[in-house]
């Protein structure tokens, strides 16, 4: 069936490197995508999201890349800090207009000092 | 704002009990969602809401019910607890075309 998945479930890198997360998605319809953030014990927190009329967006350190042709979505976080340990999911539209989310299981990333 | 805010924190329930989980927001979004966290998995949807006095089933509805009588408050209802509804429930809303905006969760177990 469709589905949201991630390629690696945990990923550990060096403070001050760059962080790299996939997502392959399957739902062709899908046009929105987002990206969420989970500290422990905490609500998902919205980092980033892209329509499917872009490939690329950025933010605050933050840069979402979008491949329709392989249905492939990254999220790269620029000279990472502790402060971004967490899981992080991918999520998308499904192509529904009522906003429902289809969330892939999350990586989990950790910053060594 | 407030942002979403959601009570209990924590909750513990005896198997056959029910209870509300309140969730409120003041962004005066249309959209409301329920969803629920198991460990080490994403989330699943119970309910949704598209507006005040709109609601419908999400992939995992069964066991919930949810009520929307104001754009503020969207409170999700357990009736007969059992062991497999212990997990992490969040709330979340959203304004038509956005992202999700999460609460921070209600953690509850069932014995």
């Known amino acids: 069936g469709e589905s949201v998945g991630l390629h690696l479930p945990t990923l550990s890198v060096q403070e001050g490197d760059n962080s790299i997360i996939n997502c392959a998605y399957s739902?062709?319809?899908?046009?929105?995508f987002i990206w969420y953030k989970q500290e422990s014990g905490k609500g998902p927190q919205f980092i980033i999201d892209?329509?499917?009329?872009?490939d690329k967006r950025q933010g605050q350190r933050v840069t979402v890349l979008l491949n329709k042709t392989v249905k492939h979505l990254s999220l790269q976080i620029a000279a990472t800090q502790p402060g971004d340990s967490a899981v992080y999911f991918c999520a998308e539209n499904g192509g529904g207009s009522q906003g429902n989310l289809i969330f892939g299981k999350g990586t989990k990333l950790s910053v060594k000092p | 704002n407030a942002g979403v805010t959601q009570t209990p924190k924590f909750r513990i329930l005896k198997i056959g009990q029910s209870m509300t989980l309140q969730c409120t927001q003041d962004?005066?979004?249309?959209?409301m969602y329920w969803y629920r966290q198991d460990p080490g998995m994403g989330l699943k949807l119970i309910y949704y809401?598209?507006?005040?006095?709109?609601?419908d089933k999400g992939e995992v509805p069964n066991g919930y019910n949810v009520s929307r009588s104001t754009t503020e408050d969207f409170p999700l209802r357990l009736e007969l607890a059992a062991p497999s509804q212990t997990s992490v429930y969040f709330c979340?809303?959203?304004?038509?075309?956005?992202?999700?905006?999460f609460g921070p969760g209600t953690r509850l177990t069932v014995t």
């Open positions: 739902n062709s319809a899908s046009d929105y």
């Open positions: 979340a809303s959203t304004k038509a075309g956005g992202g999700q905006y």
């Open positions: 809401s598209v507006g005040a006095g709109i609601t």
């Open positions: 892209i329509r499917s009329n872009m």
């Open positions: 962004m005066n979004h249309n959209y």
